[in-house]
Every structure is written in C-alpha cells, then in structure tokens.
C-alpha cells in the first residue's frame, strides 16, 4: 500500500519568501507528526496532530512556522518569511498508535528545503 | 535532554562481520524503538522492545534492553553493504512526550 507522501521533494527559494510543505499520510492513521533535520543531525520535533485533539505545537522554533491538518488526513507546514537557517530536510511521519509514540512511525522521504 | 543517545557515531566494518550500536537515555521508558535512515531517505522503524523487555529479534537484528542501567543495544548480524545507513533509537517515555531522536549512528558495511 501507500506509504508517508511529501511534497516538493525539493524546494529552494529566496530569504524572505513564505513555503508550503505537504504531508499525506498513511489512510487510516490518525497520529501525524512533522521533524526538521538539519544535515548530519537527529530530528528535531516541530508539531504533532492526533485526531481531532489540540495539536502539539510546543516544537516550533518561531511564530513563522505553522502546521494545519485538514480532514484529519493532509497536513501543510508553512514557513514565512523564511530565513537561512530555516534550511533543513523536512520529514513528516504518520502513525496508527492513539498514544503518541507507543508504536512505530512511519516515515515520507522529507523535503529538502534550501534558502537562498 | 529527552533524546537517547547513540554510540558510536560512526561504525565502519567489513560485509560479514557483526555491527553493535548501543543507546543511552535518562529517564524510565515506556518502551524504546530503533529505526534505519538510508541516505535522502526518511527513516524506517526496525523494531520496537518494550520496558518489561529484555530482548528481542527480528531477522538479523537482536535488540536488547537494560532498564537498570537504561540502556539499549542493536546488533546487525552478518552485516551486508545494503546494511550502510544511519541508525537511531528513540526512547519513549511515559506522559505525553514527542518521540526524540539523538544524532544516530553512521554505519558503514564495506563489501
């Protein structure tokens, strides 16, 4: 079956600009996250969404970093006014485990971010 | 810090030989997973050992957990060149805490 789809698979633009980052999960998973990994770095956590519960935003690095979930299904992650050092591979990952964690995560091929 | 953290960084061995990689964490856990990460990849959940677990296998990989001194280890038996990736554990700790993952381990299987 479909596995975690991410897209762009890369995204480079200029300083400044405001970026759309995609996530489709697996059908059925109801638990979502989103990490950053910087090169040669583990993964740093951003957001998680499960059902219709509150997200966890408590790993957002800055106000210009937001993540919806709609549907319950596809997720956007948005970075405005995007700085260097926003450069990172964006991973996203779903999960069936209603308890963040209790069970494995499944993981898309990321986004390559590069700013200019 | 939450994340586990793994070591060595960086392993280099021969096809054939055994690669050991182990992880630290700091707190109780409520199990502990370890996953793959291929280059340009996402990562790959391997396999998952939980607190009252003191070992367990999958294929050629041999997981073992020590709470008392909380601490994991994974062991790739006879290693292959597709084996090269990097490998990360992830603690998950009671309580509604993110998954965190530590820095990995660079496994390098030369053929």
């Known amino acids: 079956g479909a596995g975690v789809s991410q897209s762009p698979s890369n995204k480079v633009t200029e300083k400044g600009k405001d970026v759309e980052l995609r996530c489709d999960p697996i059908s059925g998973h109801t638990a979502l996250y989103w990490y950053r990994q910087s090169l040669g770095q583990g993964l740093e956590f951003l957001i998680y969404?499960?059902?219709?519960?509150?997200?966890?935003k408590s790993g957002l690095p800055s106000d210009r970093f937001s993540a919806e979930r709609t549907g319950g299904s596809v997720s956007t992650l948005t970075i405005q006014r995007t700085q260097q050092e926003d450069s990172a591979v964006y991973l996203c990952?779903?999960?069936?485990?209603?308890?963040?964690?209790?069970?494995?995560?499944?993981f898309g091929d990321g986004t390559r971010l590069s700013i200019l | 810090s939450q994340q586990g953290e793994e070591d060595p960084q960086a392993l280099s061995i021969q096809e054939g030989e055994n690669a050991t990689m182990n992880c630290s964490y700091k707190?109780?856990?409520?199990?502990l997973q370890w996953y793959r990460q291929n280059s340009g990849r996402g990562l790959v959940h391997l396999i998952l050992?939980?607190?009252?677990?003191r070992e367990k296998h999958s294929g050629r990989l041999r997981v073992t957990l020590d709470t008392s001194k909380k601490s994991s280890s994974l062991l790739i038996t006879a290693s292959r060149a597709a084996d090269t990736a990097s490998y990360f554990c992830?603690?998950?700790?009671?309580?509604?805490?993110?998954?965190?993952f530590g820095k990995g381990t660079r496994l390098s299987v030369i053929a």
């Open positions: 992830a603690p998950v700790y009671s309580g509604n805490t993110p998954l965190v």
């Open positions: 990952a779903s999960s069936l485990a209603g308890d963040r964690g209790r069970g494995a995560q499944h």
């Open positions: 050992i939980r607190s009252n677990e």
């Open positions: 707190t109780s856990i409520n199990n």
């Open positions: 969404f499960q059902g219709n519960s509150a997200p966890d």
